[in-house]
């Protein structure tokens, strides 16, 4: 592959993983699933995973006929994009689930459940509106080549979190609270890079667009 196709795949990898960040859903995993054996969780975790993938599949094939239907630019959806990834970065760099992902009213109908893989697990935990919204951005102007490649993404991003969720507790075990919030404060940095590249790339792109 070129430069600007691996540039890409790396942009696309590590945008959909820190927006769907699996490291912040496994204490919440946990959290939610006080009664249910390491098999259930397992089970869940894959079906999760799976939805996780779908999801996020679906609107990064349709993003553009999303748009197109309500009459929304590319430019003006990437500063949109933008500023959701922002506030939702911000939230990782406070080592707090963000309310884009899950409200608390979600999260204790979620306790009350005796499986959670789909909801709200799967969604909106998973594939809440941060990453449709991330996945749907990056397939706007993608070719082809470009499509495979975020799809390629998304299926690695939903494979890891598939592992990671089914091993939850030995994984806030080995990293405890802490390890779990420096992972995500780490992400959540680098989630505001790229947040903020988003809204001057859509900012760049608004102006470029020939007078109505």
Do not use: H, Y
């Not at 909106?124 to 499509?147: C, F, K, Y």
Request: charged share 15%; glycine share 8%; hydrophobic share 55%.
């Amino acid at each position: 592959m070129s430069g600007d196709l691996w540039l890409f795949g790396a942009t696309a990898f590590a945008t959909v993983f820190s927006i769907v960040d699996p490291f912040a859903a496994a204490p919440i995993f946990i959290a939610i699933t006080p009664t249910n054996s390491d098999d259930e969780r397992r089970r869940m975790a894959r079906l999760a995973s799976f939805v996780c993938c779908g999801v996020l599949l679906v609107f990064a094939l349709t993003g553009n006929r999303i748009f197109a239907f309500f009459g929304i630019s590319p430019p003006a959806f990437r500063v949109a994009g933008g500023i959701l990834l922002l506030m939702v970065a911000l939230d990782m760099l406070r080592a707090r689930e963000s309310a884009t992902k899950q409200t608390p009213e979600e999260q204790k109908e979620g306790t009350e459940k005796t499986d959670v893989s789909v909801t709200p697990l799967g969604i909106p935990l998973l594939a809440g509106p941060g990453a449709i919204s991330t996945v749907a951005l990056l397939g706007t102007q993608a070719d082809w080549m470009r499509m495979a490649i975020l799809g390629a993404a998304i299926v690695i991003t939903s494979l890891l979190s598939w592992i990671l969720l089914a091993n939850a507790v030995r994984l806030v075990r080995v990293l405890g609270q802490i390890g779990v919030k420096i992972v995500t404060r780490i992400m959540g940095l680098l989630l505001a890079g790229i947040g903020a590249q988003f809204i001057l790339t859509g900012i760049r792109q608004f102006w470029a667009l020939p007078p109505p």
